[in-house]
T-cell receptor, first 112, second 109 residues
Framework: EAGVTQSPTHLIKTRGQQATLRCSPI?????VYWYQQALGLGLQFLLW???????NRGNFPPRFSGRQFPNYSSELNVNALELEDSALYLC???????????FGSGTQLSVL | AQRVTQPEKLLSVFKGAPVELKCNYS??????LFWYVQYSRQRLQLLLR??SRESIKGFTADLNKGETSFHLKKPFAQEEDSAMYYC???????????FGAGTRLTVKP
């Protein structure tokens, strides 16, 4: 069974540009979570999608947005990139609420 | 809103010694608590959850609602336990999973 896949693995952008990160959940999983893992800060909750709807978002500015497609894959968009957006972005999926999360390997975003 | 606190960023013990990784939470409803682990060059993965009441790789964790804690314990640490450990909480009212800052455990030979 394929795990959660994220693309690209690495992404280099300059300040002010836009970044798009993609996530494919495990087959049968309908919930997708996005986290930012900056150095020394643990996992900061960004967004949660379930059945195509945004269910909750963390304490991040509106330039962080995303969506979930009918096949449950998801996209995270970060507009007007700032240097402090440099981090590892992790996607996770689960098949139901309150069930364990399965994580992808992450996208390392570097903003120069 | 739910909040998870892991007070120790780093924890170092010798092989064979007991280990306890602390986790405290705040949540007004009924929480679901988890421990996730990330070994070197591997993905973050579930270690255990409180509802299962099971021991995984010798680790156990008990939910103490009075102290709002979910500490992870192992009586005899092994070198292969060296990893990053995250405590996480999901609430039945608001089901997104929130994580603590993590504790890096090093087990020395």
């Amino acid at each position: 069974e394929a795990g959660v896949t994220q693309s690209p693995t690495h992404l280099i952008k300059t300040r002010g540009q836009q970044a798009t990160l993609r996530c494919s959940p495990i087959s049968g999983h309908t919930s997708v979570y996005w986290y930012q893992q900056a150095l020394g800060l643990g996992l900061q909750f960004l967004l949660w999608y379930d059945e195509g709807e945004e269910r909750n978002r963390g304490n991040f500015p509106p330039r962080f947005s995303g969506r979930q497609f009918p096949n449950y894959s998801s996209e995270l968009n970060v507009n007007a990139l700032e240097l402090e957006d440099s981090a590892l972005y992790l996607c996770a999926s689960s098949f139901a609420r309150n069930e364990k999360l399965f994580f992808g390997s992450g996208t390392q975003l570097s903003v120069l | 809103a739910q909040r998870v606190t892991q007070p120790e960023k780093l924890l170092s013990v010798f092989k064979g010694a007991p280990v306890e990784l602390k986790c405290n939470y705040s949540y007004s409803g009924s929480p679901e608590l988890f421990w996730y682990v990330q070994y070197s060059r591997q993905r973050l993965q579930l270690l255990l959850r409180h509802i299962s009441r099971e021991s995984i790789k010798g680790f156990t964790a008990d939910l103490n609602k009075g102290e709002t804690s979910f500490h992870l314990k192992k009586p005899f640490a092994q070198e292969e336990d060296s990893a990053m450990y995250y405590c996480a909480l999901s609430g039945y009212n608001n089901n997104d999973m929130r994580f603590g800052a993590g504790t890096r455990l090093t087990v020395k030979p």
